[in-house]
C-alpha cells in the first residue's frame, strides 16, 4: 500500500520533536504522498522551515495573513487535505484543537478542515498525564480524531518517562493504515518469515539466504488492512506497527509455534525459507579444525507445511511460497498440490532483484483451476498487497 496521489497536511509545532518533522516528511514522500507543511511559530525555534520545504513537496506554509499564494490558506489548505498529520502535537495546540480556538494557520486548518486528523502529541511526562491533557485527548478522540500514542524513553533535560514523539515509522505506518482497504478486518493472520538455522556445533549453523522481508511486508500490509497479525520470525528486523512477534530459530521451534498458533488463524502465510536438513548430532562445543574435516550426517526436518495443510481447518487459507530456480510453474503446481495448499507464491530466486535479501520481488501467483497471475517486478510492500488481495478473492469466492 502506498500514498500515492494523498495529499497530506503536516502540522509542526513548537516542541523539541519539531526535527523529527524532517523524517517523516521523508517518509510520507518516499510513500508517494504529497505534503504540505504547515508550522507554527513555536516550531520554528527549534526547525528552521528551509530544512522542512527542501524535504516536503511544497514550501512551508507559517502565514495567515498576506499568504502570497491564497486570501484564505487555511480553508484552501484544510479542504484540499486527505488527512491532517500533526507530529509533534504540543499540549497548547491540543488545547487549542480541543476548544475551537483559532490563534494560528495550524489551528484555523484543523478547523477548516473535514478531512481525517491524526495528532502525536510530545511532551514531558508530567505534562501528558496531566488531567486537562488527559480530558483533552480523550474528547477528540471521541470526536473521531486518531491519536498516535506517545512512546516511553528519555525525554528533553535527560529525563526518562512516556511523552516522546512516536517513531517516524510508527507514525507513517499508521498514516499508511488510515488509506489501506479494511478488507481484511477482524481476520485472524499468522505469518512466518526468515531462514531458520540449523545448529553444527556451538558456533555453526546450516542456514540460507533468506532475509525475512518478504514475509515482514505481508505482516505489515496484512495489519494495515485490519487483520490481527503474528509474524514468527528468525530474523532481527524493525516489528510492523500493529504486528506481535513471536521469536524462533531452528525448524523445530518454527513448526512448534505455527503448530500452536495456526488452528486459530483464518489466514496461514508461509514465507519463511525453512532448512530441509539438519545434523542428526550437534556438537557440544566448537568443532577444532585441527581435528580433521567433520562428517556431518543429515536427517530431515519437519514438514511444517504439509503438516499445517493436513491439519488445516475448514474456511482457512493456507499460503506457500516457493523458491525456485527452474521449472517454476511446474515445481510450484505440484508444491501446491501435495502440501494441500490455497495459495503458492512462486519466485525464480536466479531472476535479477528478486528474491533473497533484495528489496525488490517479482512473483507468479498460483491457484487450482485459475490462470496464474504474475506480479512484476516491485518493491516487497507492493508484492504483498498482491498477496493479500489474492488472498481476499479467495476467501470470497469460497464464501460464494
Known amino acids: ?25 521523508r517518509r510520507l514522500v518516499d510513500a508517494g504522498a504529497h505534503v504540505v507543511p504547515v508550522m507554527t ?7 528552521g522551515p528551509t530544512t522542512l520545504s527542501a524535504l516536503a513537496s511544497e514550501p512551508v506554509r507559517t502565514r495567515l495573513w498576506d499568504d502570497p499564494a491564497t486570501p484564505i490558506p487555511h480553508t484552501e489548505i484544510g479542504q484540499a487535505a486527505d488527512l491532517i498529520l500533526v507530529a509533534p502535537a504540543t499540549a497548547r495546540i491540543i488545547a ?9 494557520l495550524l489551528t484555523n486548518v484543523l478547523i477548516a478542515t473535514r478531512a481525517p486528523v491524526m495528532i502525536c502529541p510530545a511532551m514531558h511526562t508530567e505534562m501528558w498525564e496531566h488531567p486537562a491533557v488527559v480530558e483533552n485527548i ?4 471521541a470526536r473521531g480524531v486518531r491519536i498516535v500514542e506517545p512512546e ?7 529525563d526518562v518517562g512516556t511523552g516522546r514523539l512516536a ?9 499508511v493504515r488510515e488509506f489501506a482497504p479494511r478488507d481484511l478486518d477482524g481476520l485472524s493472520m499468522v505469518v512466518s518469515a526468515g531462514g531458520t538455522r540449523e545448529p553444527i556445533d556451538a558456533v555453526r549453523v546450516i542456514a540460507n539466504r533468506s532475509s525475512g522481508k518478504q514475509g515482514y511486508a505481508i505482516a505489515e500490509e496484512a495489519a494495515a488492512r485490519g487483520a490481527s497479525v503474528t509474524l ?15 521469536r524462533v530459530e531452528t525448524a523445530d521451534q518454527m513448526h512448534a509455534a505455527m503448530e500452536r498458533i495456526a488452528p486459530d488463524s483464518d489466514v496461514v502465510v508461509m514465507a519463511a525459507a525453512v532448512a530441509d536438513f539438519r545434523p542428526v548430532r550437534v556438537a557440544a562445543g566448537k568443532i577444532k579444525k585441527h581435528a580433521g574435516i567433520p562428517e556431518i550426517e543429515l536427517e530431515p526436518t519437519p514438514d511444517i507445511l504439509a503438516a499445517l495443510g493436513e491439519r488445516k481447518p475448514a474456511g482457512q487459507v493456507l499460503v506457500g ?5 527452474d521449472d517454476l510453474a511446474a515445481n510450484a503446481m505440484s508444491k501446491l498440490e501435495r502440501k494441500r495448499l490455497d495459495l503458492i507464491v512462486a519466485n525464480d530466486v536466479s531472476a535479477p532483484a528478486t528474491g533473497f535479501q533484495h528489496d525488490t520481488n517479482a512473483v507468479t501467483l498460483f491457484t487450482r483451476g485459475e490462470p496464474p497471475i504474475t506480479l512484476p517486478l516491485a518493491d516487497k510492500r507492493t508484492i504483498a498487497a498482491g498477496v493479500l488481495d489474492k488472498i481476499v478473492a479467495i476467501r470470497h469466492a469460497a464464501a460464494g
Open 1 to 25: 500500500m502506498t500514498l500515492a496521489g494523498k495529499r497530506i497536511v503536516l502540522g509542526v509545532t513548537g516542541g523539541i520533536a519539531a526535527y523529527k518533522a524532517v523524517e517523516i516528511s
Open 232 to 246: 514468527v520470525s528468525t530474523v532481527e528486523r524493525p516489528v510492523p506497527a500493529g504486528v506481535e512477534v513471536v
Open 152 to 158: 516511553s524513553g528519555r525525554l528533553a533535560g535527560g
Open 321 to 325: 511460497f516457493a523458491a525456485e530456480t
Open 167 to 175: 517513531d517516524p515509522a510508527a507514525i507513517v505506518a499508521a498514516v
Open 138 to 141: 480523550a474528547v477528540l478522540r
Open 41 to 47: 511559530e513555536g516550531a520554528a525555534r527549534f526547525l
Open 96 to 104: 487549542a484543537y480541543r476548544m475551537g480556538l483559532s490563534t494560528d
